[in-house]
């Protein structure tokens, strides 16, 4: 009935063989299928549900708000609040427009990058993914600046013809025909992959040497890394910032914002058209500030701690068993390689076996642990994750180890 069985196509298992678990439903740190099989889950909607699944004050908030209605037409006070609570955390999103997703994010912060600068070529990291926006769904090959080749059928090459694809960690040479350059601050779509030292520091250089505006797509890293996500943990200030997943607290909601002078190009008051029937939805709203407001510096304290200790043990014990392992950490993120060489970039993550990775995620699926189910995604440990779980986790994490082996 769906094609591939699924509605997006990394839910299909295709990186690791096999059929997925059909949820039923889920509460805080697990899922349960529709066989009644309950699975410690590091997917979390793939980074949605920071608090782990069903949180009861997130619950609450959605169902008073449905009491109200699900979405007007008009505007509402919760898009002002939780607009005022980015703008808080988030200080460079002196402005923000609320969408239902983070392609949307992406898709309307290039498109305002290009109408503020009135230039057309963008510049993106191999390895990056940013939605299925048609100009940024671009193959990296290698080299510096790679010239847009679509990466899917059905993209016309002139919607790629102005991306430029370049290697992540190497700050490129921008000219000054580029509108933006917009990157994920920490790679979480290759794997996990940390920003080299002065990397996003260069970036912020050769962007304001071309006039050109840096679009930070902290969709994943944005309210994880802690609240004011990648660009607070880095001192970087982007011109423009995406954000998604935690901030409509496991609903369809994202945003986009930035500078004052470059938003006021959006309409209504400038030329820049963007628009959306449920943007903002009054759900979605009430669920964003219900998860934002939860999220104090203690409980980042207890995110990071815990996910660094996860690594620690998961690099120990699967290294112990006779496996070569990279088991990174940023803050609450926590990726894993099956390889014995640094990985940097999308050549170097794509150098770590695959095959190892799918038998060890169908190891750990039996043993009653869901990981995401792609060498190239990352994991999300939830503040629902208590350090006894963690430690459970890491015991399965030996015995799939040994098996494999
Ligand atoms: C960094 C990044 N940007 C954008 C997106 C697209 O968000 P969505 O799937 O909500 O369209 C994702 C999705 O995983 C992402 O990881």
């Not at 740190?29 to 009861?56: F, K, M």
């Not at 120990?316 to 990726?335: C, Q, R, T, Y």
Request: proline share 7%; hydrophobic share 45%; net charge negative.
């Amino acid at each position: 009935m769906l094609p591939g069985g699924v509605d997006s196509p990394v839910r299909a298992f295709g990186a690791v063989g096999g059929t997925p678990y059909f949820v039923a439903r889920a509460e805080g740190a697990y899922v349960w299928d529709v066989e009644g099989r309950r699975y410690t889950d590091y997917v979390q909607s793939w980074g949605a549900s920071i608090l782990g699944h069903a949180n009861p004050a997130v619950v609450d908030a959605v169902q008073r708000a449905a009491r109200d209605g699900t979405s007007f037409g008009a505007p509402t006070e919760r898009e002002v609040l939780l607009a005022e609570a980015i703008r808080e955390r988030v200080p460079s999103c002196e402005r923000v427009r609320l969408v239902s997703s983070g392609t949307e994010a992406t898709m309307s912060a290039i498109r305002v990058a290009r109408g503020y600068t009135g230039r057309d070529r963008i510049v993106k990291f191999a390895g990056c993914y940013h939605g299925h926006v048609d100009e940024l769904l671009v193959t990296a090959g290698s080299g510096v600046a790679t010239f847009g080749l679509p990466g899917s059928a059905g993209v016309p090459a002139g919607a790629v013809a102005d991306t430029v694809v370049v290697p992540y960690n190497v700050v490129p040479q921008i000219g000054d025909d580029v509108a933006c350059v917009i990157v994920e601050p920490v790679a979480a779509n290759m794997g996990l992959v940390a920003p080299a030292p002065g990397f996003l520091e260069g970036l912020r250089g050769a962007c304001d040497g071309a006039g050109a505006l840096l679009v930070f797509d902290e969709v994943v890293t944005g309210f994880r890394l802690g609240p004011g996500g990648a660009q607070e943990r880095y001192g970087v200030t982007p011109d423009l910032t995406t954000l998604g997943k935690v901030v409509g607290g496991g609903l369809p909601l994202a945003a986009f914002g930035g500078r004052e002078e470059v938003m006021s190009v959006l309409a209504p008051d400038g030329p820049v058209y963007q628009a959306g029937t449920l943007s903002g939805n009054p759900l979605a709203t009430a669920a964003g500030l219900a998860v934002l407001e939860q999220l104090d510096g203690a409980a980042y304290r207890r995110l990071e701690g815990r996910a660094g200790q996860l690594a620690g043990w998961l690099a120990d014990v699967v290294g112990e068993a006779g496996l070569d392992v990279i088991v990174p950490s940023v803050g609450p993120l926590v990726g894993l390689f099956f390889t014995d060489r640094p990985v940097t970039d999308y050549e170097s993550a794509k150098a770590a076996d695959p095959k190892l990775y799918a038998r060890f995620f169908h190891e750990m699926l039996a043993r009653g642990v869901a990981l995401p189910p792609s060498p190239f995604e990352t994991w999300f440990p939830s503040l629902a994750h208590t350090k006894d779980e963690l430690e459970r986790t890491a015991d399965l994490a030996a015995a799939a180890a040994r098996a494999i082996a």
